[in-house]
């Protein structure tokens, strides 16, 4: 076992929470667990999706969702979820999961397919302190995959500039519910992004897990257009 660098482990474990530092959701050790894993996917099992917010009302009026309540949106979101994703595929979850207590995120990780890796979002650290993170096939601030030798960035929030971002390396975020129409405080700083990052959340995707493929089509597309569309 390397000697533990905190710094690093604080890095990857931690995030700022209304000016606060976060207590750390993982172990030094399994901060090194973590960096020694071998992060490399068969494209063809790979998902990605983000805020999903399971069980929050209040997201459907603050985001314009199409759905009459808290029923009806979970449950399409996980009839969708499940018929795009297999048992044996794997998710990538880029936070904002599920509000409510243990009782909501047993109810939804019980039913949905795939093996779930978690990015955690602002709403998720409350859950995960109450011993959830077992449930995930790991559970980090932030990842750096390859998938089908595609290296791939994964964090709840858009990053301004990152390394790779002018060359080929994508960066896939969640957290600001990029949809039509969107007149959120993020949308005019979203034409900033590079054409190599898209918002994988359920708002942008039909409220659907999109592949790897579908990624790559789309980000390619982008990057021909030289920017993020309008």
């Not at 660098?5 to 931690?14: N, V």
């Not at 980090?140 to 990053?159: G, R, S, T």
């Not at 990029?178 to 959120?184: E, M, S």
Request: net charge neutral; glycine share 8%.
């Amino acid at each position: 076992m390397p000697i533990c660098d905190s710094r690093l482990c604080d890095t990857l474990l931690s995030f700022p929470s209304d000016g606060l530092l976060a207590t750390k959701l993982l172990t030094c050790s399994d901060a090194h667990k973590l960096r020694e894993m071998n992060f490399k996917f068969d494209g063809n099992k790979v998902f990605f999706t983000s805020d999903t917010h399971f069980y929050h009302g209040n997201i459907i009026r603050f985001c314009n969702r199409p759905f009459k309540d808290v029923e009806m949106m979970n449950e399409t979101i996980i009839s969708n979820w499940n018929n795009a994703v297999g048992q044996d595929d794997i998710v990538f979850h880029l936070g904002d999961f599920c509000l409510g207590g243990s009782a909501e995120w047993t109810r939804m990780l019980d039913r949905l397919n795939g093996k779930i890796y978690l990015i955690v979002g602002n709403h998720d650290l409350k859950n995960l302190r109450q011993g959830f993170a077992n449930r995930f096939e790991s559970v980090a601030m932030q990842m750096c995959i390859e998938v089908d030798k595609q290296k791939i960035y994964l964090n709840h929030y858009p990053f301004l500039c990152f390394d790779g971002g002018y060359k080929d390396v994508w960066q896939l975020f969640g957290h600001v519910h990029t949809r039509k129409n969107n007149t959120g405080i993020d949308a005019v700083r979203l034409q900033y992004l590079y054409p190599t990052q898209y918002d994988v959340g359920v708002d942008n995707n039909k409220f659907t897990p999109v592949s790897f493929e579908q990624v790559k089509r789309i980000i390619n597309k982008q990057i021909e257009k030289g920017g993020q569309p309008k």
